[in-house]
């Protein structure tokens, strides 16, 4: 979940515990995220598509939903930012872009998400749903 520029970001994640220690030792994520990671490791919320991951860093930021984006992988994590009341963006590094139209925009890598996110308000005015770069 990407918040506005006037929040905090956090990091939801359905990795298993080592697989993120793992990550976090390669990319630095809980630097980056200033340790605001929330993980199913915790016990306390549920996989996706359930929307807790999501609507838990919502929560613990004080971001309204409609000010967050999603990044996800795969059709379970598209379906759970909307029950979140999220848009998502959708990286087709897992799934083919057939399995991901249920997302907002559609892309093959992140470098091509900052474009979509920079002064942008409400993400769901910038990017109609289906779209594909």
Known sequence: MTPTK???PRRPTALHPELLDLADRL????????????????GT????????????AATRTGTAPEQ?????DAPHGIEA??????PCIALTTTHPHDALVA?????????????YLSGCKDHRTRFPRGTNL
């Open 81 to 86: 930012a909307h029950r979140a009341g999220m």
């Open 6 to 8: 006037n929040s905090r």
């Open 68 to 72: 967050c984006v999603v990044i996800e």
């Open 27 to 42: 990319l630095g994520l809980r630097t980056l995220f200033r340790e605001q990671i929330s993980s199913l490791a915790d």
């Open 103 to 115: 997302a907002e925009l559609i892309v093959d890598h992140f470098s091509e998400i900052p474009p």
């Open 45 to 56: 919320l549920r996989s996706k598509p359930h929307p807790d991951l999501f609507t838990n």
